[in-house]
C-alpha cells in the first residue's frame, strides 16, 4: 500500500507537508519500476483522454509533475480496457512513467451523460456508441480502474450535483457511497492489485455539515483499508462560503496519517484557502482549458492574452516564470497572435499553467516547512488580488484557522465568489 | 550577413549536393524547409524546437502580422528580431521571409502597379514594395523573398497580365537590391506556365543595366546578381494548368512542370540555391533534383500529413524490394487500435519513436527531487496515436510532426548519401517509385476522417449538438 509520510505541520493553520510514495512494481526480469514519491500537497493537471492536452509525457514531467489524473469514463469509452490491458496499463500505453490517479467515472456518468440512473446496484447510462443500457458497479469501476492501472484510484460515488435541493436523496446518495465503498474495498482486496494500486474513500452529504459529517465517521471507520479520503460532491456552483466550510469540517475529522483529496478545484485561491484547510490534493481541468482559450494565470491574477492590449506586449507572460514558455521568451504579442488559431499556442499556456499550479503549491510546501505559511498566504492573495479586494470567503475561511488577509492592509473586500478575471 | 551556397560539380540541371552557410548554420541539400502558419510550425511548442533536428531551414510568410500596424515582429528589438519574435535561434535556425503564404490558393483581389494583396484574418492588406523593404529591414530574416506578382485572379491569364507579372515581379526585386548592407533575396520565377514568358522574365534578370536602372541597383551589373537563389511555386503552376485544361496525366503534367522550371534556369547563374515551395511527394521531389537540380524542397505536404493523422514511413534508397506500399500509415484507420509498433518500420530517431526522459525537472519546493528514469522510454505507438485522433486530442498532431518532419529528413539524408557516393540517382528513384504509390491516397482518407471526428468532437461540437437536439424536437 502507499507510504504516506507527514513532514512538516504549519504552527497556525491546518496545512502540512507529507511524501506520498506510491506504487513500487516489481518484476523479477532485472528491471524494476518506481513511479516516485510525490510531495503533497500538490495540484494534479488532468490528462482526461490518456493525454495532457496537447503534450507529451516528457514534456509534463519536464515541468516538476509527477501526479496526475486520468478519467475513467473516457478511458473506457475509448481506447477501451481490452487495449489498455494489451498495452499493459495506461502508464506504457500513454508513455507517463510517473505516479497517476483514476477517478471512479461516477462523475461524468452524472455530468456527460443525459440518461443515467442509479439503483443500489450502479450506475444505469445509456452507451454513447451504442446507445444500449450499460450497467456501471462498483465493482466494475474498480475492474476498469484495474485495467488502467492507476497507482490511485477511487471508489464508485453516487454523485448528486451539489445544488440539488432534494435533501432525501441527497442523504440516500451519502449512505450509497458509503455501501459502495465497502463492495469497492471488497472487490479490491480481492483482486491482489492493492500492493500497486491504492483505494481512496469519497466523502459525500451535500453542502449538508450533518450529512457529511456522518459519511466521513463512517468512512474513517474503515481507515485500515482505504489509502486515502477524498471530499466529493463540491465544486458544483455552491457558494463559496458554502464549499469552504464543508472543507474545512471534512479535512478536521479526516485521519492525520491519510491524504486528503478535494476533487475539482484549480484556482489559486480555492488552493490556498484548502491546504490551509489542511487538503493535501487537488485536481481541476480549469488550468488547461482555461489555457487554450487564452488565459495566463500568473501570481497577479490571469491575463486574457486574447485581449487587444497584448498585441505589441512584448514581454513574456511571467518574468519570474521557470515554465518553458516563459524562459524561451514568448511573448504576450506572439501569443495574443497565435491563441485559439494555433494549437501551439495552446500547448505554450498550457505549459505555462500547469507550472504555474505547481509554483503554487510548491511555494506553499517550502512555507510550510520554514513555518512561513501565514505569510506566504498574505503575500500571495495581496500580489493576486491586489486592487482587486479580495473575495470575502477567502478571507472568512483563512481567519478561521488563524490567519487574517486584512491585518495590517487596505485592500478592499468582494462579496460573491470574487475570483479574479481578466 | 550573406548566405554563402557552395556546390559539388554537377552539370546544369542535373542532381546536385551543396551546403547552405550563414553564421554557425550550416544546411546539407538537398533538404527540406519547414513551413509556418502564423510564425508557428504547426503543433509545434517552442520547446520542441530544440528536439527536433530537422528544423534547420524556416520558411515565414509574413501577411498574417499585418492585422497590426505596424507589424508586431518589427517592434521586437535585437539583432534578430523575427527569431526572437517566434523562438528560432539564430545559432541553429535559418529564418525565410516571404510576405504570402505560398500554399494559400484561393481567389485575391488583384495586385497593382505598386502593390500586392495580402490575405489577414481582418481582411485584405495592401504591401507596396517600399512597405516590404522596411518589414524585411525591421525583421532582419537571413532570406528573403522579393515580392512576386503572382495573379491569383481566375486563370487562364491573358499574355498582357503575364507580361505585367514578370515586369513588376523584375521591378520588385530591383528595389529590393538597392538598399545595402545587401540582402539574402530568393527571387520568385515568375512567367507563369508560358514558356515564352518564363524566358523573357530570366533574360531581364540578366540584362546589364545602364544608366539610372544601373544606379539603382549598383553595386551589382544585372539584377540577377544580386540574388542569392531561385523560388519557384508549384501551386499557382497547377492552378494555371487546371485552368486550360491541358493533360491531366500525371506523367505528362510532371514533365511539364520540370520543363517549365528548366526553361526558366536555362540562362541563370547555374550555381545559386534553387527552392521549391508546393512539392506533394517524395516523388515529385525525386524527380525535381533530378532534372532540374532542386535544392531545397518546402515540407509542407508531410506536415499536412501529420496534421490529419498520417506517420509517414518511407526510406529511400529502398532496402528490399517488397510488395508496393503506401508512404505512410492513415491513423484513424481501425487496423491501428492495438498496433503498439513504433509508427515507421524504420528505425527512427525524432521524439516520437525515440523519446528522452527529461534529465531534469523543475523544482517547485525544496523537497522536490526529480528522479530519472532508469530505461530509455519506448517509442509512442501507432495504438496510442490511434487513440488521441479518435478521441480529438492534439498531442496526436505534435507527436506526428515530430516523426514526419524525420522521416522527410532522413529521405534527403538519403538522397544526398547516393549522390554523394556517385550512384545512379535514377535508378535508385525508380525503385523508389516502383516501391511506394505516388498517389498518396492514405492522406485523402485521412483527411476524410480527420473531418469527420473534428465535426463531432472539435471546436463548435456543442452548438452544433444543442441544434440537432433542437430540431430533434417535435
Redesign the interface.
Known amino acids: 500500500m502507499a507510504h504516506f509520510e507527514l ?1 512538516a505541520k504549519c504552527h497556525t493553520t491546518r496545512a502540512r ?1 507529507s ?1 506520498l510514495t506510491l506504487a513500487r512494481k516489481f518484476s523479477w526480469e532485472i ?1 524494476f519500476h ?1 513511479h ?2 510525490t ?1 503533497l500537497p500538490t495540484f494534479m493537471p488532468v490528462a482526461t ?11 509534463v ?5 509527477t501526479l496526475i489524473l486520468n478519467n475513467t469514463y ?1 478511458l473506457n469509452l ?2 477501451g480496457v ?2 489498455l490491458a ?2 499493459g496499463g495506461a502508464h ?4 507517463w ?1 510517473k505516479n497517476m490517479l483514476t477517478d471512479s467515472g461516477g462523475f461524468q456518468l452524472v455530468s456527460l451523460s443525459k440518461f443515467t440512473k442509479i439503483t443500489e446496484e450502479g450506475a444505469l447510462f445509456e452507451s454513447p456508441f451504442t446507445g444500449e443500457p450499460t450497467m456501471l458497479t462498483p465493482e466494475e469501476s474498480i475492474s476498469i480502474q484495474h485495467a488502467i492501472g492507476g497507482d490511485i484510484i477511487m471508489q464508485l460515488d453516487d454523485v448528486v450535483p451539489s445544488l440539488t435541493p432534494d435533501h432525501a436523496r441527497v442523504e440516500e446518495a451519502m449512505e450509497r457511497s458509503v455501501r459502495w465503498l465497502d463492495r469497492c474495498i471488497a472487490f479490491h482486496n480481492n483482486s491482489g492489485k492493492q500492493t500497486t494500486q491504492n483505494l481512496f474513500a469519497i466523502v459525500q452529504g451535500g453542502l449538508d455539515l450533518e450529512l457529511r459529517h456522518r459519511c466521513v465517521m463512517q468512512m474513517v471507520e474503515r481507515k485500515n483499508k482505504v489509502a486515502g479520503f477524498a471530499i466529493g460532491g463540491l465544486s458544483g456552483g455552491e457558494e463559496k462560503d458554502v464549499f469552504w466550510r464543508i472543507v474545512k469540517q471534512c479535512a478536521e475529522k479526516l485521519p492525520e496519517d491519510r491524504p486528503r483529496y478535494c476533487m475539482g478545484i484549480g484556482f489559486a485561491e480555492d488552493l490556498l484557502v484548502c491546504v490551509a484547510l489542511g487538503i493535501d490534493m487537488a485536481d481541476c481541468v480549469f488550468p488547461t482549458r482555461t489555457a487554450r482559450f487564452g488565459v495566463a494565470l500568473t501570481p497577479r491574477g490571469p491575463l486574457n492574452l486574447r485581449l487587444a492590449k497584448y ?2 506586449d ?1 514581454a513574456p507572460i511571467d518574468d519570474n516564470c ?4 516563459c524562459t ?4 504576450r ?2 501569443l495574443n ?2 491563441i485559439t ?8 499556456v498550457t ?1 505555462h499553467n500547469i ?1 504555474f499550479q ?2 503554487v ?3 506553499a ?2 512555507a510550510i ?1 520554514k513555518g512561513t505559511f501565514p505569510d506566504y498566504l498574505r503575500s500571495f492573495f495581496a500580489n493576486y488580488f491586489g486592487e482587486f479586494g479580495y473575495p470575502e470567503w477567502c478571507v472568512n475561511a483563512l481567519r478561521s484557522v488563524g490567519v487574517d488577509l486584512l491585518e495590517g492592509s487596505d485592500i478592499k473586500v468582494n462579496k460573491g465568489s470574487g475570483a479574479k478575471w481578466e | 550577413m550573406s548566405l554563402s551556397f557552395t556546390l559539388a560539380p554537377c552539370s546544369r540541371l542535373g542532381p546536385r549536393t551543396g551546403t547552405l552557410t550563414l553564421r554557425s548554420v550550416s544546411i546539407n541539400t538537398p533538404g527540406l524547409m519547414v513551413t509556418t502558419s502564423r510564425g508557428v510550425v504547426p503543433h509545434l511548442s517552442r520547446d520542441q524546437h530544440k528536439r527536433t533536428a530537422a528544423l534547420r531551414l524556416v520558411h515565414v510568410p509574413f501577411e498574417t502580422f499585418l492585422e497590426n500596424t505596424p507589424p508586431t515582429p518589427t517592434l521586437q528589438p535585437g539583432l534578430h528580431p523575427l527569431h526572437t519574435f517566434l523562438g528560432f535561434d539564430p545559432n541553429v535556425h535559418l529564418v525565410a521571409m516571404t510576405l504570402r503564404d505560398p500554399a494559400d490558393g484561393k481567389e485575391m483581389p488583384s495586385n497593382g502597379h505598386d502593390y500586392i494583396s495580402a490575405s489577414t484574418a481582418r481582411g485584405v492588406r495592401k504591401v507596396t514594395p517600399n512597405q516590404w523593404r522596411e518589414y524585411v529591414r525591421a525583421c532582419a530574416p537571413d532570406v528573403v523573398v522579393a515580392l512576386p506578382d503572382v495573379p491569383w485572379s481566375l486563370p487562364p491569364f491573358s499574355q498582357k497580365r503575364t507580361t505585367k507579372s514578370i515586369e513588376r515581379t523584375a521591378a520588385w526585386l530591383a528595389h529590393l537590391l538597392a538598399p545595402s548592407p545587401p540582402l539574402n533575396i530568393l527571387v520568385h520565377m515568375a512567367g507563369g506556365t508560358s514558356e515564352a514568358a518564363r524566358r523573357s522574365f530570366s533574360e531581364s534578370l540578366t540584362e546589364t543595366l545602364h544608366g539610372k536602372e544601373a544606379e539603382a541597383v549598383s553595386p551589382h551589373r544585372c539584377i540577377d546578381d544580386g540574388a542569392a537563389g531561385y523560388i519557384f511555386d508549384l501551386l499557382p503552376l497547377r492552378r494555371e494548368m487546371d485552368a486550360e485544361a491541358r493533360e491531366q496525366d500525371p506523367v505528362h503534367r510532371a514533365n511539364e512542370t520540370q520543363a517549365l522550371l528548366a526553361v526558366s534556369l536555362e540562362h541563370l547563374s547555374p550555381t545559386k540555391l534553387r527552392v521549391v515551395n508546393s512539392v506533394a511527394s517524395p516523388h515529385e521531389i525525386l524527380r525535381l533534383i533530378r532534372s532540374v537540380g532542386v535544392d531545397v524542397f518546402d515540407a509542407k505536404w508531410a506536415q499536412d500529413a501529420a496534421h490529419v493523422g498520417v506517420a509517414l514511413d518511407f526510406v529511400f534508397p529502398i532496402r528490399d524490394k517488397e510488395l508496393r506500399r503506401d508512404l505512410g500509415h492513415n491513423l484513424y484507420r481501425l487496423q491501428y487500435a492495438n498496433d503498439f509498433a513504433a509508427f515507421s518500420a524504420a528505425a527512427c530517431f525524432c521524439g516520437a519513436c525515440a523519446p528522452v526522459a527529461p534529465p531534469s525537472a523543475i523544482s517547485h519546493s525544496a523537497l522536490d527531487a526529480h528522479v530519472s528514469a532508469l530505461a530509455l522510454p519506448p517509442a509512442y505507438t501507432r495504438a496510442y496515436v490511434h487513440h488521441l485522433l479518435h478521441t480529438h486530442e492534439m498531442s496526436a498532431h505534435a507527436l506526428l510532426v515530430l516523426h514526419n518532419l524525420a522521416v522527410l529528413d532522413a529521405f534527403f539524408a538519403g538522397v544526398r548519401d547516393v549522390l554523394l557516393r556517385g550512384e545512379d540517382l535514377g535508378a535508385h528513384a525508380d525503385a523508389f517509385s516502383a516501391q511506394y504509390d505516388e498517389n498518396l491516397t492514405i492522406v485523402h482518407e485521412a483527411r476524410a476522417m480527420w473531418k469527420e471526428v473534428d465535426i463531432a468532437r472539435g471546436k463548435g461540437r456543442m452548438a452544433r449538438e444543442r441544434a440537432a437536439d433542437h430540431s430533434e424536437l417535435p
Open positions: 513532514l507537508v511524501r528491471t518506481v516516485g514519491p510531495i483522454q490518456a493525454a495532457i492536452k496537447g503534450l507529451t509525457p516528457q514534456q514531467e519536464s515541468l516538476g509533475v473516457h475509448r481506447p481490452k487495449v494489451e498495452a506504457k500505453f500513454q508513455g512513467n498585441a505589441k512584448l521557470s515554465c518553458p514558455t524561451e521568451k514568448t511573448s504579442a506572439f497572435h497565435t488559431r494555433e494549437t501551439a499556442a495552446a500547448h505554450a505549459i507550472t505547481a509554483q503549491m510548491g511555494g510546501r517550502d516547512l
